[in-house]
């Protein structure tokens, strides 16, 4: 069982590959349903700075139910405010609790 603090939503990709004279076709990218999640803060910080521009440093752990994941890129939310889009690092299943654990 998850404690609910947030949500994910996972960026899907269809289509693609090659058209009828062999010139690559861009997949088509559409964003999923959102799923329950528990979204904890691995690193977060305010700090990064380049050419005066300043930027967000941040990582988080998301738990969710144990289901097929494949997305590359996910959104997240926590407590209904919008935290970013990121790219997923890895993903493993945690036998202790029966859940799937995606680090972004």
Known sequence: MIIVNGSITAK???GGGLDMDGYPV???????QPIPCNVK???RNNLG?????TFKI???????????FESER???TEYGRDLGEFSVMWTEYLDAVGAL???V
């Open 49 to 53: 700075k380049q050419n005066g521009n």
């Open 26 to 32: 861009k997949p088509a990218e559409t964003w999923g």
């Open 41 to 43: 803060v691995n690193k």
């Open 12 to 14: 899907a990709k269809t």
């Open 101 to 103: 654990k995606i680090v």
């Open 58 to 68: 941040a990582s988080y752990e998301v738990l969710i139910e144990p289901q097929p």
């Open 74 to 76: 996910v959104r997240l």
